[in-house]
């Protein structure tokens, strides 16, 4: 192994985060080396994660609204069939169209790529193993770890990604199941499940919790499980699963319910209970580094460790596991080493479920305020009040804001409709700069849009909405 080359910054890892942070910190003047073991950059999001599901996601459901919907709109298709092979292709395609962006920013920002599995060592060096077997080694004044998270497995349902599959394996089914069983009723499970049930799949999910997207506001989950269930999805909520059994053929679930035990059959089963940091390449006992109860490693809000000039950001991190968390963190961290006064504020980043119609939440729900005791109001507008969503066909769900009741303040809301993650990032705005919901309420807004609906429901929370 030759001698340590030392540069400004080095991330271990090529995520959202990482490549993130890689390329803010070169836009500020320092030397950045990015060490990445995959083929290609992104991380688990661009290849296995968010990019590849929304593409299925987008595709499913073109496939979903001509077989269901074209003809409320006035056009009539015959001979409708699912070519699942170009599906996949194109869903390929698009990953590689992102895998190759990122590094199209690499040259461009002179970012260094260092291809192998990274290793940190004491001093901050960080041993990088190609796939031939060769070491090399940098030393960074500062490093970044970005190492991201891996999937939970269930004890006695270990991933083989054939018949019990974890986010990877869901993505690259050969064919579509006659019956897939999802265990975990969060985002994976929701959005992976949408997408095999429009393409012809029955779907079961099975939840431990008494509902489905646990810990949400309990209005938007109300919502939310009544529209999957009206679409198909058969929701198992306050269901353990007790026991399993894998074979050649298909996958069978014992379950139970107050009580009472049930045995649920698939073609498969995708497990998404949860995902849990990754420490590869860091040897946390080792190197003194401080932990949390789960295993994420401890940060502040500059994203510092407790190593001198080490950092950590995104999943590894714990708290909520999402892209541009790790990517708004991996600036945070960047611009910290660079000398200036960055901050990482989690009560704004949003939270999405790309199912149809999606979700979006940010800060707080209603139960939380209520169990605060701190004064508030509530305001909500339905999309079925809304000019836009009626000429789309997309009426159901709303918009909820919660605000203080003395300040107006916003301190949380809480959407189900058509293209609420776009909506949501209005919010987002108001809420860094403390906005009220007067703010929104007094803005002006195209019409007819869907973020009027926004606009109502800050309305309504002043007890003023127009159109209700």
Known sequence: MSAAQTVDVVVLGGGPGGYVASLRAAQLGLSAVCVEADATLGGTCVNVGCIPSKALLQSSEHFDFIRRHAAEHGIRVEGVALDLPAMMARKAEVVAQNTKGVEFLFRKNKVTWARGFGTLRPGNVVEVRASDGTITAW??????????????????????????????????????????????????????GSVWR??????????????????????????????????????????????????ADGVTLTVEKDGATEVLAGDHVLVSVGRKPSLGGVDAAALGLALGARGEILVDDQQRTNLPGVYAIGDVCGGKLLAHKAEEEGVVAAEVIAGKPSHMHHHLVPGIVYTWPELAMVGLTEQEVKASGRPYRVGKFPFSANGRARTMGETQGFVKFVVDRESDEILGAHMVGPNVADLMAEVVLAMAYRGSAEDIGMTVHSHPTLSEVTKEAALAALGRALHM
């Open 198 to 247: 429009r393409l012809g799949a029955e779907v079961t999910v099975v939840e431990y919790a008494p509902t489905i997207l646990p810990g949400n506001d309990e209005e938007l989950v109300r919502e939310a499980d009544r529209i999957f269930r009206k679409q198909g999805l058969a929701l198992r909520t306050s269901t353990r699963v007790t026991g399993a059994e894998v074979r």
């Open 139 to 192: 030393h960074g004044r500062s490093v970044i770890l970005a190492t991201g998270s891996v999937p939970v497995q269930l004890p006695f349902l270990p991933f083989d990604e054939e018949r019990v599959l974890s986010n990877v394996g869901a993505l690259s089914l050969p064919a579509v199941p006659q019956r897939l069983l999802v265990v975990g009723g969060g985002v994976i499970g929701l959005e992976l």
